[in-house]
Nanobody
């Protein structure tokens, strides 16, 4: 099992920045990739960004955040981060950290439905 705990959400004005952090514990050696998803009220959960967990770094971003958000990792601390710049009101959502367990045939990038472990979420609110 892998446990995930997010932090860093809050209220910010449009154009501002926030940095989300996700701490992983448990069987972290079994992780293949980490990602951030978000869900706004009345909308389905959507993919935001993903990063490979070991070896050379691979990243993937949703078109809506490309150029504004940066995902990074710190394997020594078992943490993944999401730096969010130039925030817009439409970025308002509960942001979730997720981990994809390594399995036979794991490939990059993992499909969104493949993520096995989820955090409790952290609220990001961007005021106009």
């Amino acid at each position: 099992q892998v446990q995930l705990v997010e932090s860093g959400g809050g209220l910010v004005q449009a154009g501002g920045s926030l940095r989300l952090s996700c701490a992983a514990s448990g069987r972290t050696f079994s992780i293949y990739a980490m990602a951030w998803f978000r869900q706004a009220p009345g909308k389905e959960r959507e993919f935001v960004a993903a990063i490979s967990w070991s070896g050379s770094t691979s990243t993937l971003y949703a078109d809506s955040v490309k150029g504004r958000f940066t995902i990074s990792r710190d394997n020594a601390q078992n943490r993944v981060f999401l730096q969010m710049n130039s925030l817009k009101p439409e970025d308002t959502a509960v942001h979730y950290c997720a981990a994809d367990a390594r399995r036979i045939g794991s490939r990059w990038p993992p499909p969104p439905q493949e993520y096995d472990y989820w955090g409790q979420g952290t609220q990001v609110t961007v005021s106009s």
